[in-house]
């Protein structure tokens, strides 16, 4: 049997992974993952010690994700309380729109200027491969955003 830390902290390399993956930095996916794992509200303090982090890389990673709605917080007094808001299918989702739009897309735009630009055949058949290529990620990426948007599993 796997004992209750070693599984924290194996919770919180995956989490951590996963925020990396998403944009958000190391720090970030720490402090999400011990607010998910933890499942009660804590202070910038709380946290800090958690993790043996500064308090002001705590703030500014709390800043990230509370901008990002994956964190929410409450004023007790002078106090904050910070909560974790359980968002994967959410931002999940939001990573094919933003690869299609901001990276999918512009590529396509320039392959396709540099074949239009290219004299010699076999870098343009070369650059013709990888435009296909870049059309099917898109053409998959629009239906995983046509599922997302028809689905019902929320």
């Known amino acids: 049997m796997v004992p209750a830390e070693s599984k924290r902290k194996r919770f919180t390399e995956i989490v951590e992974k996963l925020l990396l993956r998403w944009g ?22 709380e946290i800090s010690d958690e993790l043996g982090l500064s308090r002001s890389a705590i703030s500014i990673s709390l800043s990230r994700l509370s901008r990002d ?29 933003a690869m299609l739009e901001r990276e999918i897309m512009p590529l396509e ?15 343009k058949r070369h650059l013709q491969g990888l435009l296909q290529n870049l059309r099917n990620l898109e053409c998959i990426l629009r239906k995983i955003i046509e599922v997302e948007e028809r689905a019902d599993c929320k």
């Open 69 to 97: 709605y994956l964190v929410t917080y409450r004023r007790l007094g002078r106090m904050k309380y910070f909560s974790a808001v359980p968002a994967f299918l959410e931002s999940f989702m939001e990573q094919p729109k």
């Open 109 to 123: 735009e320039i392959v396709e200027s540099m074949i239009s630009s290219a004299n010699d055949p076999e870098r």
């Open 24 to 45: 958000y930095s190391s720090t970030d996916g720490r402090v999400y993952a011990t607010l998910l794992a933890e499942g009660r509200p804590m202070t910038i303090s």
